[in-house]
């Protein structure tokens, strides 16, 4: 079955300017076009479109995406860049990931903090609250929070 731009964008979840762009940056070189000149997605394309999202959202540069289908359209000969393309991207998303952890935990302290103030009606008991009462899955975030970097 044929898709036009609309038809793909509402699968995917995405505006049709973004696939638009995705063109025009060289991402969608599988995508066939009528005599006219108009995109024809097949359902062949969805899981290329879906690898470029995955891709994208994980903070890939779109010279790297455009390389990675590059590589995948030139065959089995890439498989060994590709791989290594993945693996790559795979250690930064979980380098990121290990942030938003750091942060999240971050966030849970705070959030215990405040609740915690607000029940006693200031902040001025927490402030010189000892470590062992404060709960110990905040202890990590709470230690973080006052420890300074090293410079040097």
């Not at 638009?20 to 394309?45: H, N, T």
């Amino acid at each position: 079955m044929i898709y036009t731009v609309g038809e793909m964008a509402k699968m995917l979840g995405v505006p049709a300017s973004t696939l638009r762009y995705y063109d025009k940056e060289g991402l969608l070189p599988f995508v066939e076009r009528s005599s006219g000149g108009m995109r024809m997605f097949q359902e062949s394309d969805y899981e290329w479109l879906q690898v470029i999202a995955c891709l994208k959202k994980t903070g890939m540069q779109l010279k790297d995406i455009r390389e990675f289908i590059s590589m995948a359209m030139k065959g089995d000969e890439t498989i060994a860049p590709r791989l290594e393309l993945i693996i790559k991207q795979q250690e930064a998303v979980k380098a990121q990931m290990a942030e938003l952890q750091k942060t999240l935990n971050i966030l849970e302290f705070k959030r215990w903090y405040y609740e915690t103030a607000k029940q006693a009606g200031t902040t001025s008991i927490l402030r010189d609250m000892p470590v062992e009462e404060i709960p110990e899955q905040y202890r990590a975030a709470q230690q973080s929070l006052r420890q300074l970097p090293q410079i040097g």
